[in-house]
């Protein structure tokens, strides 16, 4: 069940996130390298793996972003049009600036440009992001250019003022613009967003979102829970079994060995064509499979088979087969 819940990501520290499935597969292809998995194990992990896929597909656990970088990626998809036509322009070296620009490529942007204070840096960042670099001078310029715009820098004081802002919607035909402030302490001059057309989220603003995204992910934990139980369930059935296969098998060995022993005995002391003597041996077969085939029944029964095993080895002489015979 722990595993099940690992596999859901319902037990990480961000509940709903997609890398621990990835891990989990990847642990398991590590043992199965190594020639350490077992049959059992086995099983345990290919039913783990097949667990988080269906919490994953059937909750909306991991629908919803919850950190910074994942909720700057949703807003820019949720703006009008489509990504692949849009321009995002990344200000300032700053890792989550980074993180989120990468992102955005993952999701399919058009356009990449990069500007910072240090033309190297400008140049690495946006070979890095298969991007253009653009002097910090012109980042104004640049503004009138993006769709979008991820500001993360060290300064100290706006590097995108209201002013900015004016003259690059100004060049825009009323085309909307998303100001993305990952900056502490802030990078956009927050009266921004009093500009029409333009939207600003801020760090604080982001982590609202987050929080709240994650509380939607929260309520999808029950209907989780009820996914991981029903498969915990199965396979906790599955490993009960394992006791019960060694059980049948002993008892249909006894009975034959038993009918067998007796039908050669018996037929020793009759003067019997080959044709009667296979006849004989078939009709005990079939008595001895009618008197098994109850109890046996019950033994296979799911949720009830392991409640006759202790009874079903006591009745039949049987030794339980997880006992060492050395005790």
């Known amino acids: 069940r722990h595993l099940f819940r690992v596999a859901s990501s319902v037990e990480s520290m961000v509940i709903g ?18 020639g350490t998995h077992t049959p059992t194990l086995s099983r345990l992990f290919h039913s783990a793996i097949r667990v988080g ?35 995002v322009l990344v200000v300032g070296a700053g890792e989550a600036g ?36 653009v002097p910090f001078a012109k980042r ?39 100001l993305i402030d990952i900056a502490v302490p802030r990078d956009i001059d927050p009266e921004a967003e009093t500009i029409t057309g333009v939207d600003l ?26 996914i991981i139980d029903e498969h915990a369930t199965k396979y ?16 249909r060995t006894r009975a034959e060995e038993t009918r067998v022993a007796e039908v050669e005995r018996t037929l020793a002391k009759m003067n019997l064509t080959a044709t009667d003597r296979k006849r004989i041996d ?4 079939a008595i001895v499979k009618k008197l098994m085939h109850e109890p046996i029944s019950r033994l296979k029964a799911p949720h009830e088979g392991d409640r006759y095993v202790e009874a079903a080895r006591a009745l039949f002489g049987i030794e339980d087969p997880a006992e060492d015979p050395g005790d």
Request: proline share 3%.
């Open 236 to 251: 906790a059935g599955w490993l009960r079994s394992l006791e019960v296969v060694p059980t049948i098998s002993s008892i």
């Open 17 to 34: 996130e997609s890398e621990i499935l990835g891990q989990v597969r990847g642990a398991f292809t590590a043992a199965t390298a190594a």
């Open 98 to 133: 980074q993180l989120t620009a990468g992102n955005l490529n993952g999701v399919g942007v058009g356009r990449m440009l990069v500007t910072s204070r240090t033309p190297e840096r400008t140049a690495d960042i946006a070979a890095g992001l298969g991007g253009e670099g």
């Open 140 to 178: 104004a310029e640049a503004i009138a250019d993006a769709d979008i715009v991820i500001s993360s820098t060290s300064s100290p004081d706006y590097v995108i003022t209201r002013d900015m802002v004016v003259a690059a919607m100004a060049l825009r035909q009323a085309r909307p613009l998303l």
């Open 53 to 87: 896929r269906k919490v994953r597909t059937q909750t909306s656990i991991g629908r919803y972003a919850v950190s910074v970088s994942s909720t700057a990626v949703g807003l820019a998809r949720s703006t009008p049009g489509d990504l692949a036509e849009k321009t």
């Open 282 to 285: 078939a009709m005990t077969s």
């Open 201 to 226: 989220y801020d760090i604080d603003r982001l982590q609202a979102v987050a929080e709240k995204n994650m509380q939607l992910r929260k309520k999808e934990l029950s209907a989780a829970e009820r």
